[in-house]
């Protein structure tokens, strides 16, 4: 199987940082690769796919990048709205998507 | 609006069983790949099983497998999860969630891109004596 491991695991950040969130393959998963974003009580939400393709309606301040075994989501300059928790997905052995155990991002 | 809602979560004995379903609003199900991910408490987001638009192919996690029975009605519009021989570690939230489009042909996966959008908000399984 493969392993997604996030890091940092949480993170407190303030309105306007600029913020960095990591997520490593235990093998290449060449650039299958996803992001979400999931606050408590609600559905989580699709971001990014493919490692660097914003879904409609994302803002443009996030962005994804990477490939191979590392990968990184940044959000350029932190909204109020963003803080939540953000899962990677590999779906490098689709259907047998994989996710990173999560980054809880906190107000500082 | 493109929604998924689940229903069917509750309280159970370990041992017992449930019958999760995932109705699915502003789209028609006929046409995509579903899957049940879920979260235990605490813990990041796991796979459980995915099914194709067809029902022709299915897939368990390890974790699940031979318990676990994802089907569909796509007359219905719903997806469903029978979830028996429950035990402690599947207590959970449980989400149902689609595929790309497209995601499957009469082989099996088309590709391995895909992404899940978009997501319920869950339904609670919780497993205690």
């Known amino acids: 199987d493969i392993q997604m491991t996030q890091s940092p695991s949480s993170l407190s950040a303030s309105v306007g940082d600029r913020v960095t969130i990591t997520c490593r393959a235990s093998?290449?998963?060449?650039?299958?690769l996803n992001w979400y974003q999931h606050k408590a009580g609600k559905a989580p939400k699709l971001l990014i796919y493919?490692?660097?393709t914003l879904q409609d309606g994302v803002p443009s301040r996030f962005s994804g990048s990477g490939s191979g075994t590392d990968f990184t989501l940044t959000i350029s300059s932190l909204q109020p709205e963003d803080f939540a928790s953000y899962y990677c997905?590999?779906?490098?052995?689709?259907?047998?998507?994989?996710f990173g155990q999560g980054t809880k991002l906190e107000i500082k | 609006e493109v929604q998924l809602v689940e229903s069917g979560g509750g309280l159970v004995k370990p041992g017992g069983s449930l019958r999760l379903s995932c109705v699915s609003y502003g789209f028609t199900l006929r046409g995509y790949g579903m899957n049940w991910v879920r979260q235990a408490p605490g813990k990041g987001l796991e796979w459980v099983s995915s099914?194709?638009?067809?029902?022709?192919?299915?897939y368990y996690a390890d974790s699940v497998k031979g318990r676990f029975t994802i089907s569909r009605d796509n007359a219905r519009n719903s997806l469903y999860l029978q979830m028996d021989n429950l035990r402690a570690e599947d207590t959970a939230m449980y989400y149902c969630?689609?595929?790309?489009?497209?995601?499957?042909?009469?082989?099996?996966?088309?590709?391995?891109?895909?992404?899940?959008?978009?997501w319920g908000q869950g339904t609670l399984v919780t497993v205690s004596s």
């Open positions: 969630a689609r595929d790309r489009p497209y995601s499957y042909d009469i082989s099996g996966p088309t590709s391995r891109i895909n992404w899940y959008d978009p």
């Open positions: 493919t490692t660097s």
């Open positions: 093998q290449s998963i060449n650039t299958y």
């Open positions: 099914i194709s638009s067809t029902s022709n192919f299915i």
């Open positions: 997905q590999q779906t490098y052995t689709t259907p047998r998507a994989t």
